[in-house]
């Protein structure tokens, strides 16, 4: 079975400093990798995933994530954030569903980042 | 499109007592997922469907854990009876089943077992 190590469970920092939020995960073989954010008392959303194709993604508010294959690592990064950034971010891995073209996800515990005025 | 839609939003009980989760997948949506997340084991994957049966429940943590899905715009999940260490955030997720398309999950249900 899959699994996500993030390497911090909390992120403190000030508005508009740059941030990098660690993830590495276990698996040797083919794998999509996901970030997803929970705000508080809500859901999660998805933030970027990668698939395949370039190893840079990147989300519609300033985030990125660089695939690494050899070091199995997604770090999420953004070079200057927000108060509004404040929230728990979860890095995630497909493990293949039987059948069909879809799949499950496997957590890390999340960091939780904290943007400070 | 609403979402996907769970209820209730919070709910208290005591111990030996039956609790029923409910959620509301986006329609047209065929996957369907339950998690638990609690601070000491992050969000663990309970079961899944697909196109309304059960696929992999190997994540149900025992007998006293049950989940149904009826139809394709409705599922449940039931403690019975509930414990003090079931308490924590269960959320209901939903995906097509193509294109690797992503998991929508809703704003979940905080169970607390006193």
């Known amino acids: 079975a899959q699994s996500v190590t993030q390497l911090d469970s909390q992120v403190p920092v000030f508005e508009e400093a740059p941030v990098e939020l660690r993830c590495n995960y276990s698996s040797s073989v083919s794998v999509y990798l996901f970030w997803y954010v929970q705000y508080p008392n809500q859901g999660l959303q998805l933030l970027l995933k990668y698939l395949s194709g370039s190893t840079l993604v990147e989300s519609i508010n300033g985030f990125e994530a660089e695939f690494n294959k050899s070091q199995t690592s997604f770090h999420l990064r953004k070079p200057s954030v927000h108060i509004s950034d404040t929230a728990e971010y979860f890095c995630?891995?497909?493990?293949?569903?039987?059948?069909?073209?879809?799949?499950?996800?496997?957590f890390g515990k999340g960091t939780l980042l904290t943007v400070n005025p | 499109d609403a979402g996907v839609i769970q209820s209730p939003r919070h709910e208290v009980t005591e111990m030996g007592q039956e609790v029923t989760l409910r959620c509301k997948p986006i329609?047209?949506?065929?996957?369907l997922f339950w998690y638990r997340q609690t601070m000491m084991r992050g969000l663990e994957l309970l079961i899944y469907f697909n196109n309304n049966v059960p696929i992999d429940d190997s994540g149900m943590p025992e007998d006293r854990f049950s989940a149904k899905m009826p139809n394709a715009s409705f599922s449940t999940l039931k403690i019975q009876p509930s414990e003090p260490r079931d308490s924590a955030v269960y959320f209901c997720a939903s995906s097509l089943g193509t294109n690797y398309s992503p998991l929508h999950f809703g704003n979940g249900t905080r169970l607390t077992v006193t």
């Open positions: 329609s047209g949506h065929d996957y």
């Open positions: 995630a891995v497909s493990d293949p569903l039987r059948g069909g073209s879809n799949y499950k996800l496997t």
